[in-house]
């Protein structure tokens, strides 16, 4: 039935937008791209771009990313837009204005916070991604190498890499499937997963060493502000991972990241191990995300934060 919504929904269009939502990830990078190499092998009649901002370096060898545009450039009114992994669609950022022009929208996501805010919506909360979605959208014998690659780097992001409780029966098929196409899924995991620049290890070591453990050690925080990105010379696209590694410290059920986007307001990850949904923790100031994992922006300081989020997961462990 999903799959015959989209087919019908390209059938009738001649100008299509992909958009995912800002400071993509993999697996919003992976879904993209994948969905947008799909449309350019089997819909060639289809004036197809697609909208994010600029991508990690990592992913700069995925076939198509060289098409991406940053920025609206053209003054255009598209027949479809596809809105693909995000939650709202205030998260798509710059290419929300064209999300809001187009005669028809479609929102494909697997955020537990989505409100189905698209013309048509498909949401699965229980997906491990939204690249295991765009796939089971996708006709199979059509799925290329280079399609799979980009599905397989999205589900593996989402995922931890196989590891976290979202990967279900469903997911691992989906995996073996896209393998099947002949890709290095080895490679493309160290190179856009485990490996880090000399700085990102830098950073990632400070957090490391400045976390503290709160609540009987059941949480663990870092923080970094803002002068001390600029001192170490990263951005917000290499603090990946910091959190989650943070959460496999032994006896923590919940981890938090945050970083100093301006003066006094940082931009919080979190995530959880089997008791807390820390997507309600999230979404009481104005975020969303995961039962596992979700992020939002709050204000204050370094203390204001962790005083305001400390009392949320208080309330999580009082319900047990």
Known sequence: MVRKMLNKLLQDARRVAIGGHVRPDGDCVGSCMGLYRYMKDNYPEIITDVYLEPIPE???????TEDIRSEISID????LFICLDCGDAE???FSASLFQSALH??????????????????????????SEL?????????????IAECLYIGIAHDTGVFQYSCASPATFRAAAELLETGIDAASLIDATYYEKSYA????????????????DGKCIAAFMRKSQLEFYGVSPKDLDGIVAQLRLTRGVEV???AYETEKDLYKVSLRSKKEVDVSVIAGYFGGGGHVRAAG?????????????????????????
Do not use: W
């Open 58 to 64: 990592k992913f700069g060898f995925i076939r198509g």
């Open 76 to 79: 255009a009114v598209y027949d």
């Open 91 to 93: 998260r798509l950022g």
């Open 105 to 130: 929208t479609y929102c494909i996501d697997h955020h537990a916070s989505n409100c189905s805010f698209a013309d048509d919506n498909y949401i699965v909360p229980d997906a491990s991604s939204t």
């Open 134 to 146: 765009v796939y089971g959208l996708l006709e199979k014998d059509k799925v290329t190498k280079e």
């Open 200 to 215: 990102q290890n830098q950073v990632l070591g400070r957090a490391l060493l400045e976390s503290i453990v709160f609540m």
């Open 255 to 257: 981890a938090i990241f």
């Open 296 to 320: 939002c922006t709050m204000p204050g300081t370094v203390h204001d934060v962790l005083n305001n989020l400390s009392r949320q997961i208080e309330l999580q462990f009082a319900k047990e």
